[in-house]
């Protein structure tokens, strides 16, 4: 290998030297090549010891290590060039010195081949091409994480959310997560560069509605007017539909006639893979109702024909604001959180949970990566709910919790049983049963009347009232259980109507004309609470 300048003659015949230094030497082949270098002596036999390098590892069959990698990236375009056509270097590797704006157009070219659909392409060119342009990157090396912090602090500082510059951070990652794979940088700029917590800084809030609520929107829209490009029964089942399958508003609208068999059991919906968001086809259950509306809907569409013709391409949270308004449910809630179309898809989910569906079968059904994001982000429980799977559990009263013991006399009917003084009050206090005494009835089965009406007597005769007045009564109902008598599920119960009726339970199984039942009473300021045991025997 040598590195000298070349000489020449000018026009006026005199001799001249190159102002560039040339690099002479014999490739892995054996032949011979020269590359222009540069102006500087020192600088041009770095790259001569470095080709030198590049052509030891070609002949051994080895591509370049970090430091020949970084030596390609910095080095004149027409050097690497040269160098790929000789194929010292893979063309990967010389690809490294083209504008920065060559490699997105073949990353982009990258994503298409992966299935990404044009949408997907087009915000990602969009996002990089944003950073690039603000600060004037012209080739790869140019990128910097300094340049990308700066950009994302600016934004945050704009009032971007956290959702949208993490849609930026991301289409820069996958960038440079390519050119790394390709061998086109060595170091990935981007690498170091963190996702923004998104759960500190949620802009749009969405909730779900009641089951009541969810039926007013359903009438209100199905009589409602047509507008965009839908009727209101059209609207209706489309609302339907999304708040039962959980489909997106893009995945509905790619929907047709030949997407639903409604002669399997059960009916089913297929979303093909091209529509749907994760590239994953899929068949969905659909509820009985809600296919016998299709089908009818249905009945004289051709096989191509579109499920909801007229389907606008982006307007969903816009017409469905309409129908919310004309339903009387606001958009936003007082702490303003909204109802939009993609809010059906958490409707589903809520619904499901509410039904008791195991958390892995909805996460399924939902068809979600993680049943995190089913269980918290799309998930509502409301207070109902919960007040619902509280009264479910065990209660913490005195007695409520305990084995009934029952004592009996020589004739071998129940007597009173000692409990402690609950109501507080004085002795002589107008209340009844103010001394906290416990009274036991028996209801045998020799009584004339059943044990239901004899109850409501007891109680009337104990506390000198009828039941006319609406006075609260709590209810313990004790469960069966291999013969031994228990305590259970506490339920409230009120009188209904003017003439006072009191409906009252019994425990499964159990039949009060026939069994033996024991009442024991304790008076509370409004209320009274009774324990009843069954005398199995």
Not at 309 to 323: Q, T, V
Request: aromatic residues 8%.
């Amino acid at each position: 290998m040598s590195c000298f300048q070349k000489t020449y003659t000018d026009r006026k015949g005199k001799e001249k030297r190159a102002k560039n230094f040339t690099v002479e030497f014999a490739d892995h082949s054996g032949v011979n090549r020269r590359v222009t270098a540069l102006p500087n002596r020192e600088a041009s036999e770095t790259i001569e010891r470095q080709i030198l390098k590049l052509v030891s590892l070609r002949m051994a069959g080895l591509g370049p290590d970090a430091d020949l990698t970084r030596f390609l990236e910095m080095c004149p375009p027409a050097i690497r060039d040269k160098l790929a056509e000789w194929k010292i270097i893979a063309k990967e590797r010389a690809a490294a010195g083209r504008s920065i704006q060559s490699h997105i157009d073949e990353w982009l070219e990258y994503l298409r081949s992966k299935g990404n659909t044009p949408k997907y392409c087009k915000e990602s060119k969009s996002k990089v091409g944003r950073i690039v342009a603000q600060y004037g990157w012209n080739g790869i090396t140019d990128m910097s994480s300094t340049d990308m912090h700066n950009f994302i602090n600016a934004r945050r500082a704009a009032g971007a959310s956290a959702a949208t510059i993490n849609n930026h951070i991301r289409a820069m990652k996958c960038l440079c997560n390519w050119l790394e794979d390709e061998k086109r940088i060595t170091d990935n700029p981007m690498k170091k560069v963190p996702i923004l917590n998104e759960k500190t800084d949620r802009r749009i809030h969405r909730r779900r509605l009641v089951v009541d609520d969810m039926r007013t929107l359903m009438t209100a829209t199905f009589h409602g007017k047509k507008y965009h490009g839908l009727t209101g029964p059209q609207r209706y089942l489309l609302y339907r539909t999304a708040a039962h399958t959980g489909l997106r508003w893009s995945e509905l609208r790619s929907l047709c006639r030949e997407s639903f068999d409604f002669d399997t059991k059960p009916p089913t919906v297929l979303l093909k893979a091209d529509d749907a968001k994760n590239r994953d086809e899929a068949t969905l259950v659909l509820r009985e109702d809600l296919a016998e509306e299709l089908k009818a809907y249905m009945a004289l569409f051709m096989p191509a024909e579109k499920a909801f013709p007229g389907m606008w391409k982006d307007k969903g949270a816009e017409m469905l604001r309409r129908d919310l308004i004309a339903a009387g449910i606001p958009y936003e809630d007082e702490s303003g959180r909204r109802f939009d179309f993609h809010s059906f898809r958490g409707q589903f989910a809520t619904l499901l949970n509410q039904s008791g569906t195991p958390l892995i079968t909805a996460q399924k059904m939902l068809r979600h990566s993680d049943p995190k994001l089913t269980a918290n982000l799309y998930t509502d429980v409301f207070i109902e709910d919960k007040a619902k799977e509280l009264s479910k559990i065990p209660s913490t009263a005195i007695g409520s919790g305990q084995e009934a013991a029952r004592k009996t006399g020589a004739d071998g009917a129940p007597v009173a049983i000692d409990a402690p003084q609950m109501s507080g009050r004085p002795v002589g206090s107008k209340n009844p049963n103010s001394d906290g005494e416990i009274r036991t009835y028996t209801n045998k089965k020799s009584d004339e009347i059943t044990g239901r009406k004899r109850l409501i007597q007891m109680l009337e005769e104990m506390q000198d009232l009828d039941f006319k007045e609406d006075k609260g009564i709590i209810l313990l109902f004790p469960p069966v259980a291999q013969g031994k008598m228990m305590c259970g599920d506490e339920k409230t119960l009120i009188p209904q109507g003017d003439k006072g009726i009191l409906k009252l339970a019994p425990p499964a199984g159990f039949e009060p004309a026939t069994c033996g039942l024991t009442v024991l009473i304790k008076v509370y300021a409004t209320s009274f609470r009774i324990t009843k045991y069954i005398d199995m025997s």
